[in-house]
């Protein structure tokens, strides 16, 4: 489990293509030097297992159907990635529970900026819509962040994201375009499942 509050931001330093799968080395001695084989870290959201390591960056396997569901497939030598180490028991839960399980890709449609804030406007999958209500959460590229406003007949949502957030995030990088992974709140589908499994046994 993650809580989607970005550690380290890592840089792809090299991809091996194989077969069914993908073998992708991260450098980043942060969080290179706090992970232990076997240990699992979310790259944009995405939580995979570490099968390799040094001081200074790690690798993990990537299976194919993961790179044709997420934005990981379109990463490539020198991007950018968020990383977050799995949450101790101990820790403070300081965004909201994260799976690392992403739903869906999303589509930045405009990003509009001021001297405090910049806001992000993005086309959700129809289907992820539901799971949305405006000030719940949301993970976005493996960031937590709170849902500003729901425009529900374009299917979009807008998040605002801060200077801190800019700043120890790829976030800052993110262009008009571009696609970013989603994870929607957990609880809200464990509602739905809730609720149609009763509605079956009346």
């Known amino acids: 489990m993650f809580t989607g509050l970005i550690q380290a ?60 569901l997420t934005s990981t497939g379109s990463l490539e030598i020198g991007s950018d990635v968020n990383l977050e180490l799995a949450t101790r028991t101990a820790d403070r839960l300081g965004g909201h529970i994260v799976q690392g399980h992403v739903d869906g890709v999303a589509t930045i449609s405009l990003i509009t900026a001021d001297s405090q804030w910049t806001r992000m406007d993005l086309a959700i999958p129809k289907g992820l819509m539901k799971y949305v209500v405006a000030q719940g959460s949301i993970c976005l590229e493996g960031v937590s962040l709170t849902v500003g406003e729901i425009n529900d007949p374009a299917d979009q949502i807008s998040v605002w994201l801060i200077p801190e957030t800019l700043t120890k995030t790829n976030l800052s990088k993110k262009m008009q375009g571009d696609q970013v992974n989603v994870e929607v709140d957990v609880l809200a589908k464990y509602v739905e499942r809730l609720i149609a499994r009763g509605q079956e046994e009346k």
Do not use: P
Not at 28 to 41: C, F, N, R, T
């Open 9 to 68: 931001v890592g840089r792809v330093a090299a991809i091996e293509h194989q077969e069914s799968s993908a073998r992708l080395v991260i450098s980043s001695s942060d969080i290179a030097q706090q992970i232990s084989q076997g240990d699992s870290v979310s790259v944009n959201g995405v939580c995979l297992t570490v099968v390799s390591f040094d001081k200074s960056q790690f690798a993990v396997d990537v299976m194919v159907q993961t790179l044709k």
